[in-house]
């Protein structure tokens, strides 16, 4: 079992920046991969950004490219969104999530393992 902590979330206004934190402990070295989703009220959880755990390849949706920057600490177990130029439409509650299977789409939700409780985010314009 892998238990996902995220912190940071808050309120920020247009082109501010907030930074996430999610802190992994438990069974970490089953961990290949860790995404961060958000989901606005009324809309479904959506990919924003993803790590592999061991190289530390990134990958982003086209929504927050250039603006959103997903870092890790394995030494520390944490993964970090830095989150930049935020918009109104960023507005939602962020997940972490792991994945312990090599070879499933990064993509959905339904491919991860593990998630966090999550961690509001609110940007006013």
């Known amino acids: 079992q892998v238990q996902l902590v995220e912190s940071g979330g808050g309120l920020a206004q247009a082109g501010g920046s907030l930074r996430l934190s999610c802190a992994a402990s438990g069974h970490t070295v089953s961990v290949v991969f860790m995404g961060w989703f958000r989901q606005a009220p009324g809309k479904e959880r959506e990919f924003v950004a993803g790590i592999t755990w061991r190289a530390g390849t990134t990958v982003y949706a086209d929504s927050v490219k250039g603006r959103f920057s997903i870092s890790r600490d394995n030494a520390k177990n944490t993964v970090h969104l830095q989150m930049n130029i935020l918009k109104p439409e960023d507005t939602a509650a962020y997940y972490c999530?792991?994945?312990?299977?090599?070879?499933?789409?990064?993509?959905?939700?339904?491919?991860?393992?593990?998630w966090g409780q999550g961690t509001q985010v609110t940007v006013s314009s």
């Open positions: 999530a792991a994945q312990s299977r090599t070879g499933s789409s990064v993509f959905y939700t339904a491919n991860y393992d593990y």
